[in-house]
Structures are given as structure tokens and as C-alpha cells.
């Protein structure tokens, strides 16, 4: 299952309101899953189940979709919050990520 | 606390083959499913691998398939990735790292722990 994320970079000030998209090749149900990385760091899970929020997560990020399309959303960009964004699906083996997306400051 | 930690990654030719260990600390190891996830740099992440609890199951990536075997020794909490007849484009970070909640029960996950990641080169 291929999964597809636009826009692929994004510029945008604090305090914005972001959303990313990722949509599935083929429907996926809800087992999607977002993660945010930072410059040589590991990969951090935000999201899981397309809306579930991961324990410690701030009540800014959230999720939503099921089927073929996802979207994350930031609802106030914060400085920490710069970084690439990536999902994957865990409903179908092989499991797969989607390209990312990469927000960076205006 | 839990602890995953990669290691055994290094410059290999092309063609050779290398094995990656994982040591897990800090949680029932045994109970969960558990993921390899490798980035080159400046690139996207890709999935590699997974291995089920108790290792009956495991699935791999269509770019790894047949060259790259997953497991795991429950008794030494530890995982491995065999990975056989490497190309420069299997060079990257290695990532262990408990999987995301999903519908398959044994892929059962702790919740989110990643490794530090170890860095294969592949080079002549």
C-alpha cells in the first residue's frame, strides 16, 4: 500500500494552524499512525488509530480520516513543533510510510 | 526503563552481509511485537521488518524481501536483522523500535520506544 503525503514541505509562522495530509492506496480502516522527527533524532510517535492521541502528546496535534484519507493537524504551530512529519499504515503487510512532510519556520 | 539498543552496524562491501542486533531492557520483551525501521540520510524513513511476540510471524518490506531476515531470542532479550547480499541502497540508520497499535493481535506493542539507530554503510 503506497501512501502518498502532501504537501511534501510547508513554511508557516507559530501559531498557525497546520494539517498535513497522507492518503492510502487502498483503504487502510483506521490503522494509520503520524509520527514527528527531529533533525538526528529517532522518529516520535503523536498519533495512532488515525485520531488516537499518544500518551504525552500535546492537545494541539490530532488526527482524523479512515479508509483512503488522513489528515494531521497542529492546531497552533509552537518553536518545537518544527520538524518532519511522517505516517504509516499498519493495516496491510508489508507496512509502509509515507515520503513526509517537512514544516519549516516563515 | 525501557531500553532498546541497536548495534553491530559498520562499512560493508556490496554483496556481503552483516547481522544487527537489538537489545531490549525494562519490559516483558517476550510479550510484544517489535520493528526494524531504517532512514538514508537525508531521506524518508522505510519500513524493513516485523517480527511477531513469539517470532512465529514476521514480514518484510518488498525491498528487502529474501535478503533481510528478522528474529528474535526471547531468553536474551534480543532482536536481529541477518541482512545478506547488501546493495548501497540498503545503506542507512537502522531503527528497532516497538510498532504502532494495530488490529494483529500478536504484534502487540508496549507503546513507543525507538533505539539510537546504527549507521550501515555499504562501499567498496
Known amino acids: 500500500i503506497q501512501l502518498t503525503q502532501s504537501p511534501s514541505s510547508l513554511s508557516a509562522s507559530v501559531g498557525d494552524r497546520v494539517t498535513i495530509t497522507c492518503r492510502a492506496s487502498?483503504?487502510?480502516?483506521?490503522?494509520l499512525a503520524w509520527y514527528q522527527q527531529k533533525p538526528g533524532k529517532a522518529p516520535k510517535l503523536l498519533i495512532y488509530a488515525a485520531s488516537t492521541l499518544q500518551s504525552g502528546v500535546p492537545s494541539r496535534f490530532s488526527g482524523s480520516g479512515s479508509g483512503t484519507d488522513f489528515t494531521l493537524t497542529i492546531s497552533s504551530l509552537q518553536p518545537e513543533d518544527f520538524a518532519a512529519y511522517y505516517c504509516?499504515?499498519?493495516?496491510?503487510?508489508?507496512?509502509?510510510f509515507g515520503q513526509g512532510t517537512k514544516v519549516e519556520i516563515k | 526503563q525501557v531500553q532498546l539498543v541497536e548495534s553491530g552496524g559498520g562499512v560493508v562491501q556490496p554483496g556481503r552481509s552483516l547481522r544487527l542486533s537489538c537489545a531490549a531492557s525494562g519490559f516483558s520483551f517476550s510479550n510484544y511485537g517489535i520493528q526494524w525501521v531504517r532512514q538514508a540520510p537525508g531521506m524518508a524513513l522505510e519500513w524493513v521488518a516485523v517480527i511477531s511476540y513469539d517470532g512465529s510471524k514476521n514480514y518484510y518490506a518488498d525491498s528487502v524481501k529474501g535478503r533481510f531476515t528478522i528474529s528474535r531470542d526471547n531468553a536474551r532479550n534480543t532482536l536481529y536483522l541477518q541482512m545478506n547480499s547488501l546493495r548501497a541502497e540498503d545503506a542507512a540508520v537502522y531503527y528497532c523500535?516497538?510498532?504502532?497499535?494495530?488490529?494483529?493481535?500478536?504484534?502487540?506493542?508496549?507503546?513507543?520506544?525507538w533505539g539510537q539507530g546504527t549507521l550501515v554503510t555499504v562501499s567498496s
Open positions: 504509516q499504515q499498519v493495516n496491510s503487510y508489508p507496512w509502509t
Open positions: 523500535a516497538t510498532p504502532p497499535p494495530g488490529w494483529d493481535a500478536v504484534m502487540a506493542t508496549l507503546g513507543d520506544y
Open positions: 487502498q483503504g487502510i480502516r483506521s490503522y
